[in-house]
């Protein structure tokens, strides 16, 4: 049969492809996913999960932000919210806390952690610490105050510095004087004189950020320190020659007559008799040692010329002990004499107790590199860095003054500050200017007969090395002898 052509379907034809699936004429087409209402569902569910995020990181910043308060280094805060409240009592609990949070540890594996650096984490925490210490101070927390000022101090110094702040040795210095220790007082002064002050700034005249304490709580306290004192003391450590000296004592002899503390007049009686002695006016000063004394002191000459080959060369007992540093500057050029021999020429005399430091362990206090250490040499113990050390000693008689015989060296023309405290008592700052070997009263207190721990604590080492001048300076110390003194000065009761 021929071929026959194909014809074209119709398109009214139906298609029998289609036809063929079973049940597509009447199957209706299948709803889309999105719809309107659909739409309004998933979006409804979208808000409500980001709604239920937002409370969930809402409530965890808040959980977090509790647990992160809660731990030790968040005391100060806390402190300050509870003197904010006037709850005093949750304020001591608050600083106590602050005061076991310490900078530097090591952990359970003994691994060293340092919570401290330079730059803004150190700032803020010394900032936080002036201010607690301020407000303890306007609260009349006067020995929770010291403690964080101290802290505040202490951390302060924990890496070397060349630029110094004042503000917290300005806190500190009226925190000492309200609680009357007019030892710490002349210290800080030196201190702060030292790096080139003439003045004390009270704390609401500290910038940029003023301390909010009422000026009325310094009122009677610093009434009886003279203002001559800091301007005397800044003339002394910027001296040069014997004129600019000469100017030092003399103004040092204005804030004498003014100073309204027996304990205060003795120490500027000290910085007067050293300034007449580089002004090189010996025969004043050997005259205003002799009014102190109320003797002639020419009776030390023997002493300076025979002693030790001749111990009869004078009567010893006619020194006056509580003198001590006076006595020691006033030897003549000539004298042989080390500043050792000399404290142990008075270990015959029942006025005075000699203890040797070779006894000084060091101690970690959590607040310097755990591996730094005291050096033990036959002159004495060194303290090459900062680090604290402590020795037991037992006092046999009732004593009214501590003196140390020490020498240091300076960097940068600021000499070593220590800290120095007995058991637990608050410390009392040291300021140990001179690179010969010497004596300096570190406190007037009374110790009754008894076992104590002196600790020392040595803030600021540091070296600096200029190799154009080829010049290295290294701040550190030498610990040569504590003498306990066991007779009141002539004008202490």
Do not use: C
């Amino acid at each position: 049969m021929p071929d026959q052509e194909p014809t074209a379907l119709n398109d009214s034809q139906p298609d029998d492809r289609v036809s063929l699936l079973p049940g597509a004429e009447s199957e209706p087409p299948a709803p889309g996913l999105f719809t309107v209402g659909r739409g309004l569902l998933y979006l409804l569910l979208l808000a409500a999960l980001i709604a239920g995020i937002g409370v969930g990181l809402g409530q965890f910043r808040q959980w977090i932000d509790r647990y992160q308060t809660r731990k030790d280094r968040y005391a100060a805060e806390r402190a300050l919210d509870a003197l904010a409240q006037g709850n005093e009592e949750l304020a001591k609990e608050e600083v106590r806390v602050a005061l076991t949070e310490l900078p530097i540890y090591r952990d359970w594996l003994n691994r060293t952690n340092q919570e401290i650096w330079e730059g803004p984490v150190l700032r803020n925490r010394v900032t936080i610490f002036e201010q607690l210490s301020a407000r303890l101070l306007a609260a009349d927390l006067g020995e929770q105050a010291d403690a964080i000022g101290l802290k505040s101090i202490i951390e302060y110094h924990i890496p070397s510095r060349i630029v110094e702040i004042f503000e917290p040795w300005e806190l500190m210095y009226h925190i000492k004087a309200v609680e009357q220790d007019w030892v710490s007082v002349f210290e800080i002064a030196r201190i702060l004189a030292a790096h080139g002050l003439d003045h004390v700034r009270q704390p609401r005249q500290i910038q940029p950020l003023p301390l909010d304490v009422d000026p009325s709580v310094f009122k009677e306290s610093l009434a009886k320190i003279p203002s001559q004192l800091s301007r005397g003391l800044q003339q002394f450590y910027a001296g040069t020659t014997p004129p600019e000296f000469a100017q030092a004592a003399s103004t040092l002899q204005q804030a004498r007559e003014k100073a309204g503390s027996p304990s205060l007049r003795q120490r500027i009686d000290a910085a007067i008799h050293r300034s007449l002695i580089l002004a090189g006016q010996r025969a004043e000063a050997r005259k205003f040692l002799g009014e102190r004394w109320g003797r002639n002191p020419e009776i030390m000459d023997p002493f300076w010329r025979e002693w030790p080959k001749n111990k009869e060369a004078m009567n010893l007992l006619d020194r006056d002990p509580t003198l001590l540093d006076l006595l020691w500057n006033d030897r003549p050029a000539t004298a042989t004499q080390s500043v050792n021999q000399f404290v142990d020429s008075f270990m015959g005399d029942q006025r005075v107790q000699v203890v040797f430091p070779s006894g000084l362990k060091r101690k970690n206090i959590g607040y310097f590199n755990l591996r730094n250490q005291i050096r033990i040499i036959p002159e004495g113990v060194g303290f090459p860095q900062s680090v604290a050390a402590s020795v037991p000693v037992h006092v046999s008689r009732n004593v009214h003054r501590i003196f140390l015989a020490f020498d240091a060296t300076p960097a940068l023309g600021i000499y070593p500050i220590v800290l120095m405290r007995i058991n637990e008592d608050p410390y009392v700052p040291v300021y140990m200017d001179s690179d010969a070997p010497t004596l300096g009263v570190a406190m007037d207190r009374s110790l009754q007969p008894g076992d104590y721990n002196f600790e020392f604590v040595f803030l600021n080492d540091a070296a600096f090395t200029f190799p154009r001048k080829n010049i290295m300076e290294d701040r550190n110390w030498l610990l040569r002898r504590i003498v306990l003194v066991n007779v009141p000065p002539s004008d202490q009761p």
